[in-house]
């Protein structure tokens, strides 16, 4: 499966953005999707994640009420919305893809990555 987010860019903090990932390929609705993180200087670290039908959804701590994953299966297309917008959050944003589903996301755990898009949120 092909991957490709979009959506990313500046804002202030307190601010929104929505991220996209679309897919192609093999039957996006077989997969498990993820969205992951990297800042500068920093290791990947997992944001949020959905199960293919989308019953079942995991956060980080870190942006648990603030961030809500969800995808359409008609569009093959996961979001991340992205509310209350904090200087940390700035980093590049990678969607990722899987068979499976664990309840606490790796970036080991993700066979399938798109490339990442920018999100900057300026204080």
């Known amino acids: 499966v092909q991957l490709q987010a979009s959506g990313g860019g500046l804002v202030q903090t307190g601010g929104s953005l929505r991220l996209s990932c679309a897919a192609s390929g093999r039957t996006f609705s077989s997969f498990s999707m993820g969205w992951f993180r990297q800042a500068p200087g920093k290791e990947r670290e997992f944001v949020a994640a959905?199960?293919?039908?989308?019953?079942?959804?995991y956060y980080a701590d870190s942006v648990k009420g603030r961030f809500t994953i969800s995808r359409d299966n008609t569009k093959n297309t996961v979001y991340l919305q992205m509310n209350s917008l904090k200087p940390e959050d700035t980093a590049v944003y990678y969607c990722?893809?899987?068979?499976?589903?664990?309840?606490?996301?790796?970036?080991?755990?993700?066979?399938?990555w798109g490339r990442g898009t920018l999100v900057t949120v300026s204080s």
């Open positions: 959905i199960s293919w039908s989308g019953g079942v959804t």
């Open positions: 990722a893809a899987d068979d499976h589903l664990y309840s606490d996301p790796r970036p080991a755990d993700f066979g399938y």
